[in-house]
C-alpha cells in the first residue's frame, strides 16, 4: 500500500499536499533546497502520482551568497535522482528595492516562478511557523485585518499546503526520505528582522506561553482570514451600489471607519494604511486638500475624492 512507503512525518506533509492538488493537471513546487521546500517538493512527486498530476520544480538561485548556484545545482541533482523534473532560474534582485532585500528578492523569486508556471499553480513551502512569524511581524507593524490574517491558502496562483504542518515535521520528513536538506545562512543571521522573530522572540514566547503559541497564533490567522472575507465583500458591494470608479469615489463622509478603510482600500490597491487615513483624513476638511499616494494624488472636491494618476 502507498501509505507504507513514507514515515510518518513524510505522509502527513505528502497527505497535505494530495489535499490540494487533487483535481488539478498540473502545477509548480518553488523549491530552495531548505527542509520546508524540499520535503514540499518530495511530498508533491508522491501527491501527483496519486492524483494523476504533472509537476515540475523550479529552484530559483538569487545570486545573493557565494556558492548559490552550486546549491542549486544540487537541490536539482537530488530532485532529478528521486525522478523529478526540476530546473534552476537565477533571477537579479533589485539592490534599490524601496522595501528591502527581503521583499526584492521574494519579487524576483515570484516573478521567475510564474514565468514557468504560466497559468498553472505553484505551491510553496510557508509552515505554521511561517503562519505565527506572519502573525506577529504584522502585528508589530501595526497592520490592519488583511496582514493579520497571514498567509493565505491560495492566494492567486500562489498556495500554500502546509500551513498545517510544523516546521519540525517538514526536517523530519527529510530525514524520513533520507535526504540532507541545505541550512540558509540568512535564516539566523539577525540582520533580518524574520529571522530575529524566529531565533529570538518565538523560543521566548513558547517559553513563556507555551508550546502550541505558534498553533494559537496560526489559527487566529485562520479566524481572521474568514472575517477580512466577509469584509472585503461587504466593501465590494458598497462600492458598487454608490457606483465608484477608477478616477472618483462618492458618498464616504459618514460611513463607518472600518468599511470606510476597506473602500479606499479597494480603491487604492497599491495604499499602505498610512496613505488610506489621510484619504479619509481629506473628508473631515472643508475641501481642497490633497494627498499624494502611491501612483498618483487624491483631492476632495464637494464630498467626492478624485484620483489623479501620474504617468
Known amino acids: 500500500m502507498a501509505r507504507r512507503e513514507l514515515g510518518p512525518a513524510a505522509l502527513t506533509v505528502a497527505q497535505a499536499v494530495e489535499r490540494m492538488v487533487r483535481g488539478v493537471d498540473r502545477f509548480v ?10 520535503a514540499l517538493a518530495l511530498a508533491s512527486r508522491w501527491a501527483s502520482r496519486r492524483c ?21 545545482e544540487r537541490t536539482r541533482k537530488l530532485l532529478a535522482r528521486r525522478g523529478m523534473d526540476a530546473c534552476v532560474r537565477r533571477v537579479d534582485v533589485d539592490a534599490d528595492d524601496p522595501d528591502g532585500p527581503e521583499a526584492a528578492a521574494r519579487t524576483a523569486r515570484r516573478a521567475a516562478l510564474l514565468d514557468v ?3 498553472e499553480p ?44 510544523r516546521r519540525d515535521q517538514t526536517v523530519q520528513a527529510c530525514r524520513e526520505w533520507e535526504v540532507e536538506p541545505w541550512q540558509d545562512p540568512h535564516n539566523g543571521d539577525p540582520r533580518f528582522l ?25 489559527r487566529s490567522a485562520t479566524l481572521l482570514a474568514g472575517e477580512d472575507e ?8 458598497w462600492a458598487d451600489e454608490h457606483e465608484v470608479s477608477a478616477n472618483e469615489l462618492p458618498g464616504l463622509r459618514g460611513v463607518e471607519v472600518g468599511l470606510a478603510r476597506r473602500v479606499v482600500k479597494g480603491w487604492l490597491p497599491e495604499a499602505r494604511m498610512v496613505h488610506v487615513d489621510a484619504v479619509l483624513g481629506l473628508l473631515e476638511g472643508p475641501g481642497g486638500a490633497g494627498v499624494d499616494v502611491p501612483g498618483g494624488r487624491v483631492e476632495v472636491r464637494q464630498g467626492t475624492l478624485h484620483l489623479t494618476r501620474r504617468r
Open 29 to 38: 513546487v518553488g523549491c530552495s533546497g531548505g527542509a520546508d521546500s524540499l
Open 52 to 72: 494523476g498530476s504533472g509537476v515540475r520544480v523550479v529552484i530559483v538561485d538569487h545570486q545573493l551568497q557565494l556558492g548559490s548556484d552550486e546549491v542549486a
Open 117 to 119: 508556471a504560466g497559468e
Open 122 to 165: 505553484v505551491l510553496l513551502g510557508h509552515t505554521r511557523d511561517d503562519q505565527a512569524e506572519q502573525v506577529l511581524l504584522s502585528l508589530a507593524r501595526g497592520s490592519g485585518a488583511t496582514s493579520l490574517a497571514g498567509i493565505r491558502p491560495r492566494s492567486g496562483q500562489f498556495w500554500h499546503p502546509l500551513l498545517e504542518v
Open 194 to 218: 524574520r529571522s530575529r522573530v524566529r531565533t529570538e522572540l518565538m523560543p521566548v514566547m513558547t517559553e513563556v506561553l507555551g508550546p502550541e503559541v505558534a498553533a494559537s497564533l496560526a
Open 230 to 237: 466577509v469584509i472585503a465583500r461587504v466593501a465590494r458591494m
